[in-house]
Each structure stands twice: as C-alpha cells, then as structure tokens.
C-alpha cells in the first residue's frame, strides 16, 4: 500500500533498482505494432513489440535493471527502460514508482454516464447499417418517381421572418448534429470506450465534437461503424423526412418544414467530405490507409516543403521518409489535400460567408436605427443576438482548446526536465 503526496511527474527519479505500477492500460496488435493506452485520460499510442514486452515485465514487479538486462540477453541490444519509464510518466500511465503515488492528470469525465454498454450493444450487430442503406433506397427511389419533391435552396427560407427561418434552421439543425454526435457516443459507448461530447472548432467552424480516443482498440469493423454512424443517422433523417415529404400537401407549413430538415440534414454531409478538418470521414480514411496521424503528419510534411522552397531545409529532412512507405505515400497526398482544402475554405468564408454576415448584421442594424414595427425590432435583435452568440462561443471554445493542448504539452515538457 502506497503512502504520502502524490509527486508530480517532474521530481520523480527513476533509477536501476526502481519498480514500476502502471495505471490499467488497453491494447490491441495492430501489424507490427501494439495500440496501448488509458481510457480515463484517452492517451492512446503506437509501441513496438519490444515496448509491450517491457509494459508486461513491469506490470510483473520487475525492476528496470532486471527488465534491462532480460532484454539485453534475449536480443543482445541494451535498451534504456528508465528513459521508457519517463515517457511512460509523461504519458499518465504510471501510478506508483517505488511505492510513491504520481499525481495524473485530469481523468476525462465520459459524456451520459448513465449510458452502460449493455443498453446500446445492439448497435454492433452487423443488420444496423442496414437501416440507413434501405430508407435511403426508398427515399431515392420516391425521388426518382416524384421529382417535384427534390428540396431546392428556396426550401431553408421557409418563413417570410428572418428570426424563424435562423431560429427554426438553429433548433432542427442543432437537434439532427446532436443526434449525429450522440451516434458516435453510442456506438462507442457499445465498443466499451466511454466518449464525451463537447464543442470544438475546424478553422472558422463551430462543432460539436465527439472525442472516442480508445476505439483505436476495438476491431475495425466496430471502429467503422463508431467513425460512420453519425452519417447514417444525418442520411437516416434526410431519407424519412423525403418519406413523409411523400404524404403531407405541398405549400403546408409540415411540407416546407419538412423539405427544409431534409437539407439540414443532408448539407452537413458535404462538410464530412472536407478531410482536412478531422471529419468523421477522415478517421475513416486514416484507419483504412493505417496511418497514425495523418494530419499531423500530412502538416508536418507540407511545412517541411514550405521551408525547402525557402532553402531551410534538405530533402534529407523530410520528416515522412521515416514512414513505411504505404504511410508515406498516404501522407504525402494528404498533405495536398489539407493545403489545398484548407486553402478554398478560408478563401470561401472570406468570399461568402463573412459578406452575408455583414449584409446580417448591417441590415439588423439599420432596422434597430430606424425601428419599424416590434416585429422588424425583435427580429433584428434576435438576428445579431445569434449572429454575436455563434461568435463568442467560437472563441471561447478556441481558447479553452488550446489552453488544454499547452497544458498537456507542458506536463509532458516536465517529464523530461
């Protein structure tokens, strides 16, 4: 039983005699590698089989002279385990070093706890994809037979008041990305990794974001599914709303509603294409390619070349050569992709999105300056108050985000000091 303070990850000295408790870790073979991680803090990394080898010496009370020196007659190479051990700290995986308690770092709290793997398990059965392919056939094949019901953009201004149409478009388009996000949740909540929801941004995109680090572990086929069940509810929503869309009059507030939903449910589906913001179909990408990170790696591979342009570095710099080649290959044609998208999109928001954003706020503005009715007044005040929220929330969330990445980066600087 360990006793005193728990110590800070930095003033922990690991020597040849010492012995090491590791927190419980996941695992799983992937190729010539081990994924190994902690679900509480959803720190997962790639080890080498030598890794795991130590990882299984320690947990057995081995201390880190004798795993050494196993190592050293079972390979005839000496590898230097303390230094393993400190990184082992830097990654939270250690909790107890010679009997002393290391002090970890925040456990993430998972997202409706109530929520046990039992009650959603059905959602891995191999019949769920299934749903959203067949509601999608019946809405394309309705489609096809009454192409009169094909939602136009006229359909999302489906009220003569602004506030409604932005009001309407928050609530039903917020209502179908919680559904999406809570998909995710589920589905991984039914692999056995606990997920949480929370707001992020992709460049100057607001998201609701669901974090399932841990699903690294689980088979590919319940990772799939975990990555795409969000898109199988925003197809499974479009395709009921053309269903109903079949059997309401057209004109009635129910149709137009309903011709709009399908568009709020169907346009997000565009932005899962956009792979270079980390959608959900770029961890499908990355799992099916096998890479470890593609966008940190396809980032670093496009600086690299920015500063070879600038004569700062050498093609002997180039941080993708110590990939296998398939990853490289991967990464080096994502690196163009996240150029390139990233690129348009900026480009688009300054030629698109802020103009009407501007022509917003001016014209709400201008109806506050010489009020008309309370109804012009209210819905001018409701515009700028979404317009203004959106914002806000946008930089706060940025904010937050970054505080956490610096303050991961500096426990895992401390580690090493």
């Not at 509480?40 to 990882?55: C, Y």
């Not at 005839?76 to 051990?85: L, Q, S």
Request: hydrophobic share 50%.
């Amino acid at each position: 039983m360990s006793e005193g303070p728990d110590e800070g990850v930095a003033t922990v000295p690991v020597g040849p005699a010492s012995r090491v408790l590791l927190h419980p870790l996941s695992r799983r073979a992937d190729g010539a590698e081990w994924i190994v991680g902690r679900g509480e803090t959803r720190v997962f990394v790639a080890l080498p089989a030598q890794g795991v080898e130590v990882l299984d010496l320690l947990e057995q009370g081995a201390s880190v002279a004798s795993v050494q020196a196993r190592l050293l007659a079972a390979t005839g190479e000496e590898p230097d385990v303390a230094e393993f051990v400190r990184d082992l700290l830097a990654l939270d995986f250690v909790a107890e070093v010679d009997g002393r308690r290391i002090s970890s770092g925040p456990v993430v709290p998972a997202s409706l706890p109530g929520l046990r793997r039992r009650h959603v398990a059905f959602l891995l059965e191999p019949w769920v994809p299934l749903v959203p392919a067949v509601l999608v056939a019946a809405a394309v094949v309705l489609l096809l037979l009454r192409p009169e019901l094909v939602p136009t953009y006229r359909d999302l201004v489906w009220s003569p008041y602004g506030t409604l149409v932005v009001v309407g478009g928050a609530v039903v388009g917020w209502s179908i990305v919680l559904l999406h996000e809570l998909a995710h949740l589920a589905v991984a909540r039914a692999a056995g990794v606990p997920g949480r929801i929370s707001f992020g941004t992709r460049l100057q995109f607001l998201v609701l974001q669901t974090d399932i680090s841990g699903i690294e572990i689980a088979p590919r086929r319940h990772r799939l599914t975990a990555y795409l069940a969000g898109i199988g509810v925003n197809l499974s929503v479009a395709s009921s709303a053309v269903l109903l869309l079949g059997i309401t009059a057209p004109g009635t507030t129910a149709h137009r509603l309903l011709a709009a939903t399908v568009l709020w449910a169907a346009l997000p589906l565009t932005f899962q294409l956009m792979v270079f913001m980390r959608t959900d179909v770029y961890f499908v990408l990355q799992d099916l390619t096998g890479c470890r990170d593609l966008y940190g790696d396809g980032g670093a591979y496009a600086r690299h070349l920015v500063r070879r342009l600038r004569r700062r570095e050498s093609a002997d710099q180039d941080p993708s050569r110590a990939l296998p080649a398939g990853e490289r290959r991967a990464v080096r044609l994502y690196s163009f992709v996240l150029v390139t998208g990233t690129a348009l999109c900026l480009a688009g928001f300054a030629a698109l999105t802020l103009p009407a954003e501007v022509r917003l706020v001016t014209e709400a503005a201008a109806r506050l300056a010489s009020p008309g009715s309370a109804l012009d007044v209210s819905d001018a005040v409701l515009t700028l108050a979404a317009i203004a929220a959106v914002h806000i929330i946008w930089l706060v969330t940025r904010w937050r985000n970054r505080r956490d990445r610096r303050a991961r980066a500096h426990r895992r600087r401390s580690a090493h000091a």
